[in-house]
Every structure is written in C-alpha cells, then in structure tokens.
T-cell receptor, first 123, second 105 residues
Framework: EVQLVESGGGLVKPGGSLRLSCAAS????????MNWVRQAPGKGLEWVSS????????DYADSVKGRFAISRDNAKNLLYLQMNNLRPEDTAVYFC????????????????WGQGTLATVSS | IQMTQSPSSLSASVGDRVTITCRAG??????LNWYKQRPGKAPQLLIH???SLQSGVPSRFSGSGYGTDFTLTISSLQPEDFATYYC?????????FGGGTKVEI
C-alpha cells in the first residue's frame, strides 16, 4: 500500500523558515516524480512544486519561486520542501503527492496524497 | 491556465444525478483531472485524462469533454459523495485547479 506521511509543519514568524518532509513507502520511490500541493484554510488547491524521479527536473509556482526549494533523497525515500522568507499568505496545509506514472519526467496527475502538514505563518 | 468550475456549490439528494462543469482558459486537449475532497482529508483522484476512471473509483462517476469544456457526472449520488470536487489541468506548468464545487445535502 502506498503511504505518504508529511511532517515538519508548525508556527513560524514572517520571514522565517520551515523544512517539510514527506516519508514515502509501499512503492519504488526513486521511480516516480513527486509534488507539493497546498491548501490555505477554507480555500482551494494550489500546486507548489514538482521534482522528477532523478531530481534533475524541478519547477515551482511563481508565488514561491526563489523562496522555496524542493529536493529528494531516493536512498531514504524522502521528499523535502525547504521554505524560506515565509509570508502570511503561505499559511496552508501542505500535501505531498505522487504522480500516476513512473518515469523521470514531471507529470501533473496525482494519484496518491499524504494527509498534509499545516504551516502557519503569523507574528 | 485559468480553470473555472460551475457551480461553486449545489444541493442534491441521495440518488440524484449531479453534473459539474469545468472550463479551461485555453485548449488543454484531454489533460484534465477530477479530484474529490472530504473535509479534513486529502484529495482523491477520480478521473484522469478527462474520461478515464481511476482504479477503485465507483462507476457512477464519469467524465467527458475535450479542449476547453469538461464535465464530471455522478449518476446516482451516494452519502459518501457529499464533498468538494476540483478539476485540474495537467497540460502545462503551473498545474492549476478550479475553484471547487461543494456538493451538499
């Protein structure tokens, strides 16, 4: 069974940093590209970032470009999101999501999601 | 690519046929997915490539459309279907979602 478990959320002041993690199990993590998707309280879904299976292809939403960095450790089955210079509008539940097909390319169809971790940016 | 869903909410009863529409701001061919989200839960993929039913999803869910106009249909609404539904384009980055349609009793 595919399992994705996020951690690392919490309360941080504006301008601060957080590092989110997503622990993957139940599938060959190194074969799938991965994504972060966020949801502000009471709002809709927003794609944040993608990383290919090898880590060679990475992309970001304009709203986080230059502040967030996605990475992965295929030996440890871990996905990361380093969030710097955080703003109140970054307050959201952050989900990690696996794509539907294995391969070293970025895809936008997400078939397995974690339960999310809440990051709150407030003074 | 802007994704526009309608309606933003609807009221329905168990057994009703429900239709939700999604319009893309440009031609996305069939790169359209539908997700279901219940409160406090992660989204669940229902339909991918506009009309392909994801494994394990009940056959009362169906999707149609191509280009810019798409539809999600629930043929006979069940109690567990009361949720918010999102369309999403996977044609190009940034992958964008519609604003959601809340299906209420």
């Amino acid at each position: 069974e595919v399992q994705l478990v996020e951690s690392g959320g919490g309360l941080v002041k504006p301008g601060g940093s957080l590092r989110l993690s997503c622990a993957a199990s139940g599938f060959t993590f190194s074969s799938y590209s991965m994504n972060w998707v966020r949801q502000a309280p009471g709002k809709g879904l927003e794609w944040v970032s993608s990383i290919s299976s090898s880590g060679n292809y990475i992309d970001y939403a304009d709203s986080v470009k230059g502040r967030f960095a996605i990475s992965r450790d295929n030996a440890k089955n871990l996905l990361y999101l380093q969030m710097n210079n955080l703003r109140p509008e970054d307050t959201a539940v952050y989900f990690c999501a696996r794509v539907v097909l294995a391969g070293d390319y970025v895809l936008g169809t997400f078939d397995n999601w974690g339960q999310g971790t809440l990051a709150t940016v407030s003074s | 690519i802007q994704m526009t869903q309608s309606p933003s909410s609807l009221s329905a009863s168990v057994g009703d046929r429900v239709t939700i529409t999604c319009r893309a701001g440009q031609d996305i061919t069939s790169y359209l997915n539908w997700y279901k989200q219940r409160p406090g839960k992660a989204p669940q993929l229902l339909i991918h490539a506009a009309s392909s039913l994801q494994s394990g999803v009940p056959s009362r869910f169906s999707g149609s459309g191509y280009g810019t106009d798409f539809t999600l249909t629930i043929s006979s609404l069940q109690p567990e279907d009361f949720a918010t539904y999102y369309c999403q384009q996977s044609y190009s980055i940034p992958f964008t979602f519609g604003g959601g349609t809340k299906v209420e009793i």
